[in-house]
């Protein structure tokens, strides 16, 4: 993945549009203050700190202006993840919990304690009231970190505290805030029982409420994908998931294309409301085009009826001898699927990294039909599960 990541200079100008906020909500000093926290709880009044990570990842970072938001304990392990991968250039890693202990662990490059007066830092304890109370306690920091950004994503696991009842009020505070936002939660195993995925249904439809576009990704698919995956195995392929969402989505916009998919066009196809989904996909030698895009609308934990689709961004990269029936190949066999006034916005990367005879295509499709964003009353716990 890591030839998907490139690096802008940024210029004056966008520096000036965008002030360094490591000060804020850098990771080294926050941990600091996490370490001061556990050592004599509630002791401190420090607030969550700052400190650059690496500057001139910084300033890239700060030219695009997109922050991706890990909630709770699955939001805060993604990011973990995304790190691991190297970061994504062109976006900021923040996770933001109510649980000192495992704000301290992760390795975003800023951090948010939220709620230390009410929780002390314990966590939300499964109740999304004390994670939306949590969050509410610290609205100013959170305005303070979307502030001026152009695109913020929100990732959590629903189904406990945090994550499920800060995610929505970060959202919100975030579109006040006129930030574009794309959330991308995951739904709990059914191992995890009925209750927990009641909480999840009641947080996601109010998370959808706030997002521009929210990308759903249920976790017991994950096990018909994979049926002898371990727990961290199948929680790693989510990950996965809510990965390729934040990079791919995050590269539409900040990759230098042949053919431009600007921010004006992502802007324009995921400022509608609702469920969307990401593909990712690559293809190989002869037919790489019609592969890479099967690929990547194929994706069974993208679980959703595309047919209604009115909107759809697709990003093709591939080496310069990409040709006209390739490009053509591709865009045809996402607009028959999709609805036929869709709008549709195609771009192409001429990446010299990629082989010769390799294709990579991003997809968003906005807009679809999800079951798990029916009216409440509508919907059936089990059916979902079994389905
Ligand atoms: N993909 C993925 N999902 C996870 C992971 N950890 C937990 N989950 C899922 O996310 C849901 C919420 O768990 P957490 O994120 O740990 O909960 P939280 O938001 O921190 O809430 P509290 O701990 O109650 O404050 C769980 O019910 C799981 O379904 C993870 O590492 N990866
Ligand atoms: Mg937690």
Same mark, same amino acid.
């Given at each position: 993945?890591?030839?998907?990541?490139?690096?802008?200079?940024?210029?004056?100008?966008?520096?000036?549009?965008?002030?360094?906020?490591?000060?804020?909500?850098?990771s080294?000093?926050?941990?600091? +203050?996490?370490?001061?926290?556990?050592?004599?709880?509630?002791?401190?009044n420090d $607030?969550?700190?700052?400190?650059?990570?690496?500057?001139?990842?910084?300033?890239?970072? $700060?030219?695009?202006?997109i922050?991706?938001?890990?909630?709770g304990?699955?939001?805060?392990?993604?990011?973990?993840?995304?790190?691991? %991968?190297?970061?994504?250039?062109?976006?900021i890693?923040?996770?933001?919990?109510?649980?000192?202990?495992?704000?301290?662990?992760?390795?975003?490059?800023?951090?948010?304690?939220?709620?230390?007066?009410?929780?002390?830092?314990t966590?939300?304890?499964?109740?999304?009231?004390?994670?939306?109370?949590?969050?509410?306690?610290?609205?100013?920091?959170? %305005?303070?970190?979307? $502030?001026?950004?152009?695109?913020?994503?929100?990732?959590?696991?629903?189904?406990?505290?945090?994550?499920?009842?800060?995610?929505?009020?970060?959202?919100?505070?975030?579109?006040?805030?006129?930030?574009?936002?794309?959330?991308?939660?995951?739904?709990?195993?059914?191992? &995890?029982?009925?209750?927990?995925? &009641?909480t999840?249904?009641?947080?996601?439809?109010?998370?959808?409420?706030?997002?521009?576009?929210?990308?759903?990704?249920?976790?017991?698919?994950?096990?018909?994908?994979?049926?002898?995956?371990?727990?961290?195995?199948?929680f790693?392929?989510?990950?996965?998931?809510?990965i390729?969402?934040?990079?791919?989505?995050? &590269?539409?916009?900040?990759?230098?294309?042949r053919?431009?998919?600007?921010?004006?066009?992502?802007?324009?196809?995921? %400022? $509608?409301?609702?469920?969307?989904?990401?593909?990712?996909?690559?293809?190989k030698?002869?037919?790489?085009?019609?592969?890479?895009?099967?690929?990547?609308?194929?994706?069974?934990?993208?679980?959703?009826?595309?047919?209604? +689709?009115t909107?759809?961004?697709?990003?093709?990269?591939?080496?310069?001898?990409?040709?006209?029936?390739?490009?053509?190949?591709?865009?045809?066999?996402?607009?028959?699927?999709?609805?036929?006034?869709? &709008?549709?916005?195609?771009?192409?990367?001429?990446?010299?990294?990629?082989?010769?005879?390799?294709?990579?295509?991003?997809v968003?499709?906005?807009?679809?039909s @999800?079951?798990?964003?029916?009216?409440?009353?509508?919907? @059936?716990?089990?059916?979902?599960?079994?389905?």
């Amino acid at each position: 993945m890591d030839d998907h990541f490139i690096i802008n200079i940024p210029n004056e100008e966008d520096e000036n549009k965008n002030p360094d906020k490591s000060t804020s909500f850098g990771s080294e000093k926050t941990n600091k +203050s996490l370490e001061e926290l556990l050592k004599n709880q509630g002791g401190s009044n420090d $607030r969550f700190s700052s400190q650059s990570v690496d500057s001139y990842i910084q300033q890239v970072l $700060r030219t695009n202006r997109i922050l991706a938001l890990g909630v709770g304990g699955a939001g805060s392990n993604a990011t973990n993840n995304i790190m691991a %991968r190297g970061g994504i250039l062109g976006a900021i890693t923040v996770a933001i919990n109510t649980d000192a202990r495992h704000l301290l662990s992760t390795n975003a490059e800023q951090k948010v304690l939220v709620g230390r007066e009410l929780t002390n830092g314990t966590g939300a304890g499964n109740d999304p009231n004390i994670g939306r109370a949590a969050a509410e306690e610290n609205e100013e920091d959170i %305005r303070e970190l979307v $502030r001026g950004n152009d695109l913020v994503f929100v990732a959590c696991g629903l189904g406990k505290g945090t994550g499920t009842g800060a995610a929505p009020f970060i959202a919100r505070i975030a579109q006040e805030e006129g930030c574009l936002v794309v959330s991308v939660c995951t739904l709990p195993f059914s191992s &995890e029982g009925q209750p927990k995925m &009641e909480t999840a249904l009641e947080g996601l439809q109010e998370l959808n409420e706030y997002s521009n576009t929210i990308i759903v990704v249920p976790n017991e698919k994950l096990l018909m994908y994979a049926p002898d995956f371990t727990l961290w195995d199948a929680f790693k392929l989510a990950d996965d998931v809510l990965i390729n969402a934040v990079v791919g989505l995050t &590269e539409l916009i900040v990759l230098p294309a042949r053919v431009n998919v600007d921010f004006a066009d992502t802007k324009k196809i995921l %400022r $509608r409301s609702g469920p969307a989904v990401i593909g990712v996909g690559r293809g190989k030698g002869e037919n790489r085009s019609i592969q890479a895009i099967t690929n990547a609308l194929s994706n069974p934990l993208l679980d959703v009826d595309i047919t209604s +689709s009115t909107g759809a961004l697709v990003n093709i990269k591939a080496n310069k001898n990409i040709s006209m029936t390739e490009v053509d190949t591709i865009t045809t066999m996402i607009t028959d699927q999709i609805h036929s006034k869709a &709008e549709f916005v195609w771009g192409c990367n001429i990446d010299e990294s990629m082989p010769d005879d390799e294709l990579a295509v991003t997809v968003v499709i906005a807009e679809v039909s @999800s079951p798990y964003l029916s009216k409440p009353e509508d919907i @059936s716990i089990e059916a979902l599960w079994r389905d």
